[in-house]
């Protein structure tokens, strides 16, 4: 499943979002606005903004195997200044908790640690999902822990497995040593620390076309895995089932797995899972600036119902709109659920 490059380099057909939406409903199973409306559930509608989840570009140092935004070091997509600026004000003007930022990998947009810092004044949560790896990558990333540190940043960590083999597998060769490398420069400084304050948790996603096993029993895993091996610490284990989108949907389709893995996500639907979907408390801003549902939405440009760009930020516009379903959605309703922060029942 390795790459060298993304799916746009390549010129490939699923790096188009129109492509890639029909690839999803290219089948016979059943809509995802079907199965809600077999649960009384229809329309799905989302609350009140507690989190600003901000996409700040497609560039990375990684070129993941599963990756649903198509991140790569030949992407040039990054959010600029005046964007930075816009959701800024949103987050001073509006009461919103906390603020999810994300990429590609963050850290390598220009403006990052000046927004992390603003973003700091302002006395918000904020949550940085890093891919580990660049903060090893490079001299002037090597502060990286003290910074968030100081910041008082959560860390969302990605570390597909605690073997070698599977994290390289799936996100490149070495990454699992440099991984562990950059865990161990974060429990440094008092990350994944009991009563430390600082949060470190990783993310997991299945190496192939299945979803995630128990995230309780997994977390304990990882844990004592990574505490034997490398006395690494960490605070909790977030499963993510990976999204038909993007590399993972090619992936799907390129090996023939695609319509028994849609089946197994429909077959798992469970409508307990619905409530704690990401998309009811989350909105995701991409890096021009433009609004979506979700970060899954974002990568498919599926417009919210309502405001559209971040400039138009309006809550009561917001609050109570019709989210943007399609069969990807079943991805975060199969089993336990899956969200931005891993299971959701």
């Known amino acids: 499943m390795g790459r060298t490059q993304s799916l746009m380099r390549e010129g490939h057909v699923l790096a188009g979002a129109p492509s890639q939406r029909l690839a999803l409903e290219s089948d016979a199973l059943p809509s995802f606005d079907a199965k809600l409306a077999q649960a009384d559930m229809y329309p799905l509608r989302a609350g009140v903004v507690d989190i600003l989840q901000i996409n700040v570009g ?15 070091p030949d992407r040039k997509e990054s959010m600029s200044r005046e964007i930075f600026e816009q959701c800024l004000y949103v987050i001073a003007a509006n009461d919103i908790p906390i603020i999810d930022i994300t990429g590609g990998a963050p850290e390598l947009n220009p403006h990052f640690r000046w927004f992390v810092e603003s973003v700091s004044a302002l006395g918000r949560r904020i949550m940085v999902r890093c891919n580990l790896t660049i903060i090893v990558s490079n001299p002037k990333y090597h502060d990286l822990p003290s910074f968030y540190a100081r910041h008082n940043v959560e860390v969302v960590a990605s570390l597909p497995f605690y073997s070698a083999s599977r994290t390289d597998a799936q996100r490149g060769e070495g990454v699992y040593e440099a991984s562990i490398r950059a865990l161990a420069l974060l429990n440094d400084v008092g990350y994944g620390k009991p009563d430390s304050g600082r949060l470190l948790n990783l993310v997991y996603n299945p190496a192939g076309a299945f979803l995630p096993a128990d995230q309780a029993g997994l977390e304990a895993q990882f844990k004592r895995e990574l505490r034997a091996k490398h006395s690494v610490e960490f605070n909790q284990l977030f499963c993510i089932a990976n999204m038909p989108i993007s590399r993972y949907l090619e992936y799907l389709i390129r090996t023939g797995n695609y319509e028994s893995y849609m089946r197994r996500l429909v077959e798992a639907f469970n409508p307990a899972a619905v409530a704690g979907v990401m998309c009811r ?16 939405n974002q990568m498919l440009e599926m417009s919210p119902n309502g405001p559209s760009h971040i400039k138009d930020f309006d809550s009561d516009r917001l609050r109570g709109r019709e989210i943007a379903t399609g069969r990807h959605c079943f991805g975060c309703t199969a089993g336990s659920g899956s969200s931005c922060g891993g299971a959701t029942v």
């Open 58 to 72: 497609k560039v990375c140092n990684q070129t993941c195997a599963h990756c649903h935004v198509d991140a790569a």
């Open 281 to 296: 408390n989350t909105l995701s801003v991409a890096w021009d600036g433009r609004l979506f549902d979700c970060d899954f």
